[in-house]
């Protein structure tokens, strides 16, 4: 698959499967070599504690297209105090008095850190451009400030990690009525929700613009088929390791080895 084909959404086989048995298996491998880094990137390996460069994972996507099961696996065999979730709504009053990268900054890893968003800067050029929120102007001019952004913190050492998570209407209608009609998770679904998925094609749109024009060395895309949770959550937990490898090598350190 080319670099066009990589990040095209109608180029995502959204059949992909995996099994329980295989989740399973996968799922475990890929946490425990998570780990494994992880504790090597906080200095905890090192008998001088020496620390490796931030890591910072993003994650954009579908309503309802599995962010938090994917996030829950992803940091569920770290310690909670080696690494911090945070999740982004709607800017608040004083935040909007501010440039727009402003709210983020003081959520980023520092060095031997480790942050997850559960939405991001992203939205600038998703719901704010389709909703409104911002100018056509402001929109326009956010592509080129996020990629110097995320080169300023790659220039730094930071190993940053970008998921987008593809959904199908199909899926994503399915879990919507799964949704109203467990109480345990109809708080999760709000009418902005259905209101989302009748722009589906205006989101579609700026998804697509988004990915051509923020992919770069520094600060790639990974596209996730979301279909199937179990294929997803697989996939990134996998991805998240290999980045922290192909960056610790990048960066000239010493990636651990995995065991015989």
């Excluded at 780990?35 to 620390?51: C, I, K, S, V």
């Excluded at 490796?52 to 569920?76: N, Q, S, T």
């Amino acid at each position: 698959m080319g670099k066009s084909d990589k990040l095209r959404l109608d180029a995502l086989d959204l059949s992909a499967r995996l099994s329980r048995e295989e989740e399973a298996e996968r799922l475990a491998a890929a946490q425990d070599r998570l780990l494994h880094l992880r504790l090597a990137l906080g200095g905890q390996l090192d008998p001088e504690g020496t620390l490796g460069p931030p890591l910072c994972i993003v994650f954009e996507g579908w309503d309802a297209a599995g962010k938090g099961g994917a996030i829950k696996r992803l940091v569920a065999p770290l310690d909670s105090r080696h690494v911090r979730v945070v999740q982004f709504a709607a800017p608040t009053h004083d935040e909007k008095r501010h440039h727009f990268l402003w709210r983020f900054w003081k959520v980023l890893p520092g060095w031997g850190g480790m942050a997850v968003l559960d939405r991001s800067w992203y939205g600038r050029v998703l719901v704010e451009r389709v909703e409104g929120f911002a100018t056509v102007e402001q929109w326009q001019r956010a592509y080129r400030e996020i990629v110097e952004f995320e080169r300023t913190l790659a220039d730094e050492g930071m190993i940053l990690v970008k998921f987008w998570l593809h959904l199908s209407p199909k899926e994503q209608l399915k879990r919507f009525e799964a949704r109203e009609h467990n109480p345990m998770k109809s708080w999760k679904l709000t009418e902005e929700d259905w209101r989302n998925r009748e722009k589906r094609p205006a989101y579609e749109e700026a998804v697509e613009e988004m990915l051509a024009r923020t992919d770069h060395e520094a600060g790639p895309w990974t596209l996730i088929e979301g279909d199937n949770k179990r294929w997803a959550r697989v996939k990134v937990v996998e991805s998240v390791a290999a980045a922290m490898e192909d960056g610790m090598a990048a960066r000239g350190l010493e990636v651990p080895k995995r065991p015989s």
